[in-house]
């Protein structure tokens, strides 16, 4: 296992809003995590980049605890996180972007970047701020690829696009994947998490309510009313 979470506690102030999450991730395995608005889904990413701090717990990356080190410790082992909001540099260009975040140890280049995200090659010399919303996740992705990460953390990376673009950056996940990437995906579009995933978490108040493969869980109708409240019929 590249990550495992044992027994997760997280706060905001006084709020408990992690309850004691447990889950791994294998070496180039796409993990979803799944479950209703405020479910701690978002919180889960955040205490595995130390963001949030677990209070009790252990975060074990390549067999390390790093729980309780500072973010910028943990992003530097290879766990990499790109928000939902994206946070690209708008007044930089695309390529001033990439080239901002790159390591001189990382396996991505300029170039292996923009094989996967050949609309990001195109608009090399635009600012960030002139690009559309899926080439802004685009970046964003591409821009986490190129600090070389080992584990790669995508928090909603559809949410609002249109649908063609959603396609798009289907195939540019698959295509990450296929390099050997190991990948948690946090998305509220199922039919995205099933295209991509081997298994899936739903979290569920602070803690996981249900973990299983891609297949079980397509073949299982109940799992997704009980938990997602949604109705894959209709
Ligand atoms: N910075 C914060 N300060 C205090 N409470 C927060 C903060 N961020 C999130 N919360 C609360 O923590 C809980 C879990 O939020 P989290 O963002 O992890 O949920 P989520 O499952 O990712 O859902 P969503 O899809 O709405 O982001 C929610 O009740 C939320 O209101």
């Known amino acids: 296992m590249i990550l495992k979470l044992e027994d997760i506690h997280g706060y905001y102030g006084k709020s408990h809003i992690l309850q004691g999450i447990s889950l791994q991730v294998a070496q180039g395995e796409v993990v979803t995590l799944l479950g209703r608005n405020g479910a701690g889904k978002t919180t889960t990413l955040k205490s595995i980049v130390g963001v949030v701090a677990p209070t009790q717990g252990k975060v074990l990356f390549q067999g390390d605890n790093v729980a309780g080190l500072p973010p910028h410790k943990i992003a530097a082992r290879g766990v990499c996180l790109v928000p939902e909001h994206r946070g690209i540099f708008k007044l930089l260009t695309v390529e001033e972007n990439l080239t901002m975040a790159a390591r001189k140890e990382s396996a991505w280049g300029l170039e292996d970047v923009y094989k996967i995200f050949p609309r990001l090659k195109e608009r090399r010399k635009n600012g960030g701020g002139q690009l559309s919303g899926g080439e802004q996740q685009m970046l964003a992705i591409a821009r986490a690829l190129m600090t070389h990460p080992k584990v790669l953390m995508l928090d909603e990376p559809v949410e609002g696009l249109a649908p063609v673009i ?69």
């Open 166 to 234: 959603v396609d798009e950056i289907v195939a540019q996940i698959k295509l990450i994947k296929a390099t050997g990437m190991s990948i948690i995906l946090v998305e509220q579009n199922l039919e995205v998490c099933t295209q991509l995933a081997d298994r899936h978490y739903i979290v569920e108040q602070g803690r996981i309510a249900y973990s299983g493969s891609n297949q079980e869980f397509l073949a299982d109708d109940g799992v997704k009313d009980r938990y997602l409240g949604v109705n894959l019929a209709a």
